[in-house]
């Protein structure tokens, strides 16, 4: 198998795994921690393969929250709270690259993810909602595993995953100095991680411009208005 993301920007086939693989792992180059489909030079010689700091890309932005995650905390074992965020974490990460999607970012108890780069899809919105929906089923049984429902219902907290998805141009590429960072920035960015800020457990926000480019994921869906932090105006999120 070789690196899908080296092929498509590069047409250069660079072997992931077997015997082929060995003497590009004496040189560090190995499987990407963001997506086991890619390597590390998709992942750490950006600037030198893009020729460039920074890119515009027209991508899908998936963040998702484990709600009454930091209320179990509280309440729960060291030990099953770490277990449980690994789980978390362990779930997402497949449904994301089940759809080819790049799992960026975790960061506490929530990830981001991005599709469209550095393996190209067409149809990456609806790649996003349906690796949205995928982590819903995946997720769906944590409760049970960890044997958590009589803690929620003595805290009244909830434990569900909430998911806000965007999509359009963003700025891709490494950003800081003394700490690097390879990742997107931008007003998709932020409006996926506002809606998945608003989304209840269970629950996938979407903006108008997902529900346009993926209509078959999204038909038949009522739009309401949200006021989302550090946006001027309310923004149109349909539930998925």
Known sequence: MICKGCWQQMHLPVPLRGPASIPFRAFGIRPSRMNPNTCTICELMFTRVMKARQITV???????????????????????????????????AEA???????????VGDAIMAIFNF??????HAQRAVRTAREIQRRCSHL?????????????????GVGIGIDTGETS?????RSH????????????????????????ILVTRAVCDRAPGETAS?????????GFDKPIELYAV
């Open 58 to 92: 027209d991508v899908s932005v998936l963040f998702a929250d484990l709600r009454g995650y930091t209320t179990l905390s509280q309440s729960l074992p060291a030990d099953t709270v770490s277990s449980l965020l690994d789980v978390f974490y362990d779930e997402c």
């Open 180 to 203: 690097r960072d390879l990742t997107a920035i931008g007003t998709v960015v932020n409006t996926a991680s506002r809606a998945q800020s608003v989304a209840p457990a269970g629950r």
């Open 143 to 159: 409760g049970r595993e960890f044997d958590l429902p009589h803690h929620a219902e003595a805290d009244g907290s909830e434990l």
């Open 172 to 176: 891709f590429g490494e950003f800081g």
């Open 96 to 106: 994301i690259w089940e759809f080819d999607g790049l799992l960026n970012k975790t």
């Open 221 to 229: 869906r009522e739009g309401r208005d949200y006021e989302l932090k």
């Open 118 to 123: 550095p393996i190209r899809h067409d149809d």
